[in-house]
């Protein structure tokens, strides 16, 4: 550049500096950082047409067709000093993240209420695509006698807390860190009232089923609850951005 005339310069480097504003904005474009216990969410409202959320029809039930199937409510979590949470009774997507590049964080923090008698699969979920089975991992709580809080991507399902030690009302944290080049992701969970309490896996391969091997295929990320009769979920926030590592 030292050869060019001054213009030239000036030209190339403005033309880099809105290089790197136009990749900036696309990434922030394709984050998530929904925080539901803070504006523009409010309490009693839906989070449907908001930041990207929308509904995501799945059975012919009427809980599943009406917004207020994801709507903030007075957050029952303890110590988390949070007002409101999101009540989720059907299932959402967000396809803003779909261009996330090849390493990412999925960050949220949920609780959850049950009844210990009842034995049945299913319950809170997160993932991306519209079924458990095309989505490279999945996480959440399972309803089942043998389920509780659990990760899933190749092999068996990895139950973290059974459901019989699941404390209800009381914050869990799920952090993915999702690597697509390795077509693999690490888990930590943790316990916002028991600071011992930390599970960290090793790398784990993406399920078989994921055979894209992208997640602008997926159609965005999701979370649901098909157990919304007998399942109450309160979602502090859900977070994906690249990773700063």
């Known amino acids: 550049m030292k050869n060019l005339p001054g213009h030239f310069q000036d030209l190339l480097r403005?033309?880099?500096v809105a290089l790197a504003l136009l990749l900036a904005r696309a990434t922030a474009s394709a984050e998530i950082q929904s925080v539901f216990t803070v504006p523009p969410y409010a309490q009693d409202e839906t989070?449907?047409?908001?930041?990207?959320?929308?509904?995501?029809?799945?059975?012919?039930?009427?809980?599943?067709?009406?917004?207020?199937?994801?709507?903030?409510?007075?957050?029952?979590?303890?110590n988390t000093n949070q007002p409101t949470?999101?009540?989720?009774?059907?299932?959402?997507?967000?396809?803003?993240?779909?261009?996330?590049?090849?390493r990412f964080n999925v960050e949220t923090r949920f609780a959850v209420t049950f009844s210990h008698r009842l034995d049945m699969e299913g319950g809170l979920f997160f993932r991306f695509g519209s079924t458990h089975?095309?989505?490279?991992?999945?996480?959440?709580?399972?309803?089942?006698?043998?389920?509780?809080?659990?990760?899933?991507?190749?092999?068996?399902?990895?139950?973290?807390?059974?459901?019989?030690?699941?404390?209800?009302?009381v914050a869990y944290e799920f952090t993915i860190q999702v690597d697509m080049n390795a077509q693999a992701f690490?888990?930590?969970?943790?316990?916002?009232?028991?600071?011992?309490?930390?599970?960290e896996s090793g790398e784990i391969p993406f399920q078989d089923g994921f055979k894209s091997g992208s997640i602008a295929k997926t159609g965005g990320f999701f979370m649901g609850n098909n157990k919304p009769t007998v399942l109450s979920t309160y979602i502090d926030y859900a977070k994906i951005t690249p990773s700063l590592e």
């Open 133 to 169: 089975e095309a989505s490279p991992f999945h996480f959440g709580f399972d309803y089942a006698s043998d389920g509780g809080l659990y990760y899933k991507g190749e092999g068996p399902k990895v139950i973290v807390v059974p459901k019989r030690d699941v404390q209800e009302n």
């Open 14 to 16: 403005y033309g880099f």
């Open 47 to 78: 989070i449907v047409d908001i930041e990207g959320w929308e509904l995501q029809f799945q059975e012919p039930h009427p809980i599943y067709t009406d917004p207020m199937g994801a709507v903030v409510v007075s957050s029952p979590i303890a």
């Open 85 to 102: 949470a999101l009540d989720l009774k059907t299932m959402v997507k967000n396809a803003k993240a779909k261009e996330l590049g090849d």
């Open 186 to 199: 690490r888990v930590l969970v943790t316990c916002a009232l028991d600071e011992t309490f930390r599970h």
